[in-house]
């Protein structure tokens, strides 16, 4: 089975750029994760979606940050514009929308695209 | 305060020694619970779920005490191969959204 994908796997801008990455979740994932994972720290959830729909954007810095995934299916993460502290790696995670036998839903991340700032 | 709170590290340990890593979360709301590990610029991966009657998978045991808000993972047996950064989640439930910790750093050293 296919893991999430994402691209590019790196990238390198300059401060006031706009930048997008993209991510296709496994095939028959209700629900995409946008994390972003910054040098010694945890990922922090970014945005959530279920389908088509924004469950929790609470995190998203809205007046940089945007997202979309329209058909419920592949999703851009877009930065514009981009600062030095959006150094990160950006992660894109998908789950099922049902709880699995463990009685968790389980989510998958993909390899991320590390973006830096200069 | 951080909703989840990890040692950084790193543990420095040799091949064949016990380890211990601790957890505290702070939201008694927090419903499930989990270790994940993360390899050097890889994506986090899920260990092990953690319940509060402790689950055991090979040489990792992981333990929940719901009423001190405190998590455990124990490596026995370390191997080389066991080096990464151990990842403490925590699902507040009905969104399924995870709050990490900061990771704690694992070198076995042969």
């Known amino acids: 089975e296919a893991g999430v994908a994402q691209s590019p796997r790196y990238k390198i801008i300059e401060k006031r750029q706009s930048v997008a990455f993209w991510c296709n979740p496994i095939?028959?994932?209700?629900?995409l994760y946008w994390y972003q994972q910054i040098l010694g720290q945890g990922p922090k959830l970014l945005i959530q979606?279920?389908?088509?729909?924004?469950?929790?954007d609470s995190q998203l810095p809205k007046d940089r940050f945007s997202a979309e995934r329209l058909k419920g299916v592949d999703s851009t993460l877009k930065i514009q514009p981009a600062k030095l502290e959006d150094s990160a790696v950006y992660l894109c995670?998908?789950?099922?929308?049902?709880?699995?036998?463990?009685?968790?839903?389980?989510?998958?991340f993909g390899p991320g695209t590390r973006l830096t700032v200069t | 305060r951080k909703e989840v709170e990890q040692d950084p590290g790193p543990f420095n340990v040799p091949e064949g020694a016990t380890v211990a890593f601790n957890c505290t979360y702070s939201?008694?709301?927090?419903?499930?619970f989990f270790w994940y590990r993360q390899d050097c610029r890889k994506e986090p991966k899920l260990l092990m779920s953690?319940?509060?009657s402790g689950n055991e998978d090979g040489r990792f045991t992981a333990q929940l005490n719901r009423a001190s808000q405190y998590i455990s993972l124990l490596i026995r047996d370390s191997k080389l191969s066991d080096s990464a950064t151990y990842l403490c989640?925590?699902?507040?439930?009905?969104?399924?959204?995870?709050?990490f910790g900061t990771g704690t750093l694992l070198a076995v050293q042969p």
């Open positions: 995670a998908s789950s099922l929308i049902n709880r699995g036998k463990t009685g968790v839903y389980e989510q998958y």
């Open positions: 979606f279920q389908n088509n729909g924004v469950v929790d």
């Open positions: 953690v319940y509060s």
């Open positions: 939201n008694s709301a927090s419903q499930s």
């Open positions: 095939s028959g994932h209700a629900t």
């Open positions: 989640v925590v699902n507040r439930g009905a969104t399924n959204k995870l709050i």
